[in-house]
């Protein structure tokens, strides 16, 4: 048994309002330099629709994460190694910018230096590739909220994969946001698939970087990541990924996603997990078994013996008690709510959703909280608007039981915390989900109490690793101080943008301040300044 | 120097000079360019902006160059000597050297034809290019025409030149000391424009998109499929630089 902590994100989709604050503060970070417009290492993708790039869960056509060969062994989709060498001058799955969207900016100059006339001067839109001027016709929000769902959701592959027929008119259509990030998997396919080897898994965290200096933009990573949220820049010929916001998370902040989300619907902790388990679980033969697969992987640090073993293989104790509180470890393995996107991948993916216990289609099934039928909750998870299948397809490989057991928690839940606030008494009984008193307080206090610090259990990196760490960023292509990144001086924001410094005393001093400076800081205890 | 006694100023700044200012530059260039641009180091792929003509243009460009490359050790490299030694005949020689490298000339040109097509026409290509690699490409342009005319004009279709008698001794010359400037010097004159501008992309080489040659990454069929990196002491920025490399190299950042 390897014992290994990865970093966790859950996202309660319950919660989120497609406002796309995450996608906003998360560009202003990391991507709003040139070549890297059209990158969102955040974005929230109304469902259904085709996502971004389009139809990046057709692995069909993408041929991205991993799948089993004819002797049940795992084996990147994309096709061999010498395969991967051989079209290294094509890379036949590759999407292009159409696939994305052309990116573009306005011609801005034009509203000072139009000459004076009645009409308020317009600005047209200027292609950010060629400089020439353009027409948009699709963006990372073209199918925000549903538009141009009639033409085009149906096209989406979670729907296709449905064998209930799906109509989107008026009165039976739905819609929910899916926030996404890099999964930060526990087999990533983009490592394998790196012919460089720039791309790596942080053994601490287990967070995926790619290191900007060892990348020569073979761009096989960006055909190898079924959710594509490995990007190539074009200006840079670099590939480029969501960071986690290692600074960040080393210093015990949550990412910028998360920290700015408005709904507070994610959650940030540690999961641990036997690294030794991980092949053996992706190599799962049924599809639908790989939810429960991975769920196997990971390790229960309420146990003393894991506790044990895990300190004795070099995770830090304080690691291993933040692991007892982190809110994924509840939410994915002791409450079973959370689920992971598209497991079919094999990928093992690190970022889970509590799917959204969306308005009831059927007016009359709204009735379902009755306190003399409490089975009755039963009957209201299956008249969701969502339909259940569709979730499945996105969360569990199509298997429709896990899904519909999540989402009666989720309802028992709530019909158990709306009586205790009426004072009706309600008594679930064993039927009910097995929704324990305990079980029901801790959800009741992960999910809609949700504490800032219930949230985000994120310890930080040890002090005594702070100098090596900070030298590992100036060569591991923190993105934003790489050559022409905004933190080299060019147009973007503020240098200096390593958050945290601790001086001698273990004390931590924050960096970032208003107006591009670092901040006077103490001794710093890095030794390469 | 004997090889280079009678020469004059002009023959000996081409044939002596310049190939070894160029040899200098190269491998001067590459080591200073691998220690302070690690960032610029990159194919610069346009995939992302066309991919239909990629598709044809890349890989037969890119397998053409190979038997090019392998073409020019045999003919360059490899002493006429041996080849007899080995019991080839002169003819044979001659047959396989015209025919091969015709089909290795047409696989180039086309590829070249179709990338270089997509590099001007295409706006979004054309865009990322930057001034240097508008320089390489062109004088690789230039020795891949002059290349074909020597292997298909004069080898195929022509009455044929045995190169392995000037060029070739020239060129191994070079790298015991000792060229032979007169063999060169009184090769046709396509030959001798064919080799300065080859001499003059391995100047420009270091400091181009071309350095993404040297990254073909074999040992990747070798390697574990995940990678873990711990956090390891790294060396620090080099002095004076800042934490910066150099930025007039390669691309505009």
């Known amino acids: 048994m390897r014992v290994m902590a990865n970093v966790c994100m859950v996202m309660n989709l319950d919660k989120c309002i497609g406002c796309h604050t995450c996608s906003v503060t998360c560009k202003q970070t990391w991507t709003n330099r040139p070549g890297a417009e059209y990158m969102y290492f955040n974005n929230v993708e109304t469902k259904p629709g085709l996502g971004y790039p389009r139809r990046y869960e057709d692995q069909g056509q993408w041929k991205g994460g991993w799948e089993l060969d004819r002797k049940g062994r795992l084996r990147l989709k994309g096709g061999s190694r010498l395969r991967r060498l051989l079209s290294i001058f094509y890379n036949p799955d590759l999407p292009t910018i159409e696939d994305y969207h052309e990116p573009y900016t306005y011609d801005y100059a034009r509203l000072i230096t139009a000459p004076a006339g009645t009409q308020a001067p317009s600005v047209s839109t200027r292609s950010a590739l060629t400089g020439r001027e353009m027409n948009p016709t699709w963006g990372a929000n073209w199918e925000d909220d549903l538009a141009g769902a009639p033409q085009r959701a149906l096209g989406d592959p979670n729907i296709e994969a449905m064998a209930e027929k799906v109509v989107l008119d008026f009165e039976s259509v739905f819609m929910f946001y899916l926030p996404r990030i890099c999964e930060h998997c526990l087999n990533p396919s983009c490592v394998a698939s790196c012919p460089s080897g720039a791309m790596y898994k942080r053994q601490e965290d287990g967070i995926v970087l790619v290191d900007q200096d060892r990348c020569r933009g073979w761009r096989f990573c960006v055909s190898g990541c ?145 306190d003399a039928d409490p089975a009755a909750v039963f009957a209201t998870i299956d008249a969701l608007r969502v339909p259940v299948e569709y979730l499945a397809n996105l969360f569990t490989a199509g298997k429709v039981e896990p899904v519909r057991a999540s989402l009666q928690k989720l309802a028992v839940l709530r019909a158990m915390m709306r009586a205790q606030q009426l004072g009706v008494p309600f008594r679930p009984g064993a039927a009910l989900g097995g929704l324990s008193d305990a079980d029901a307080e801790d959800l009741f206090r992960l999910l809609a109490i949700g504490r800032y610090e219930d949230r985000y259990v994120v310890p930080p990196a040890h002090a005594e690793d702070a100098g090596r760490l900070l030298a590992q960023h100036s060569l591991s292509g923190c ?27 273990g004390r931590l001093h924050l960096a970032l301040s208003p107006g591009g400076r670092p901040a006077p800081r103490g001794p710093s205890v890095e030794g390469n300044e | 120097m004997s090889g280079a006694s009678g020469a004059s100023v002009p023959q000996l700044f081409l044939w002596v000079i310049l190939p070894y200012v160029t040899l200098a530059i190269f491998v001067v260039g590459h080591i200073w360019r691998y220690r302070y641009d690690q960032f610029g180091w990159t194919s610069r792929s346009t995939e992302l902006q066309e991919k239909k003509l990629l598709k044809w243009g890349s890989p037969v460009f890119h397998y053409g160059t190979f038997a090019a490359i392998a073409g020019h050790v045999i003919g360059i490299l490899v002493p006429e000597r041996w080849t007899r030694d080995i019991g080839i005949p002169e003819a044979a020689y001659r047959w396989f050297s015209a025919s091969a490298g015709t089909l290795a000339a047409v696989l180039v040109i086309g590829g070249v034809a179709v990338l270089a097509a997509r590099r001007i026409f295409v706006t979004r290509v054309r865009a990322t290019t930057s001034p240097v690699d508008w320089v390489a490409l062109v004088l690789l342009a230039v020795v891949i025409v002059m290349g074909i005319i020597e292997t298909v004009g004069v080898n195929l279709l022509g009455s044929g030149y045995d190169y392995r008698q000037s060029v070739s001794l020239w060129f191994r010359g070079l790298f015991v000391g000792n060229p032979d400037v007169r063999a060169i010097a009184h090769a046709p004159i396509i030959y001798q424009l064919h080799a300065a501008c080859a001499w003059a992309v391995l100047g420009v080489w270091p400091f181009s998109r071309l350095v993404h040659a040297w990254s073909y990454p074999v040992w990747y069929l070798w390697r574990p499929f995940v990678v873990y990196r711990s956090r390891v002491a790294t060396r620090p920025n080099e002095p004076g630089t800042s934490g910066r490399r150099w930025r007039k190299i390669g691309v505009r950042y």
């Open chain 1, 479 to 505: 993105s934003l101080e790489s050559e022409g990144g905004p933190g080299m001086g060019g147009d973007g924001p503020p240098d200096g943008f390593h958050l945290a410094r601790r001086d001698r005393q």
């Open chain 1, 226 to 370: 079924p959710y594509k949220k490995v990007y190539f820049n074009h200006r840079t010929g670099k590939a480029e990924k969501c960071t986690f916001c290692f600074p960040r998370i080393e210093a015990g902040l949550p990412t910028v996603c998360s920290e700015t989300c408005v709904g507070r619907l994610r959650y940030l902790g540690l999961m641990l997990y036997d690294a030794d388990a991980v092949a053996g679980a992706a190599a799962t033969p049924d599809p639908q078994d790989l939810y429960e697969a991975q769920l196997s992987v990971f390790l229960d640090p309420h146990d003393p013996a894991v506790a044990a073993e895990a300190e004795r293989q070099g995770v830090p104790h304080d690691w291993v008690l933040a692991a007892r509180r982190s809110p994924a470890y509840s939410l994915i393995a002791r409450h079973r709510v959370a689920l992971p996107l598209h497991p079919e991948f094999r990928t093992m993916p690190m970022v889970w959703y509590i799917p959204p216990l969306s308005p009831v289609a059927d007016v009359t099934a709204a009735v379902g909280y009755d």
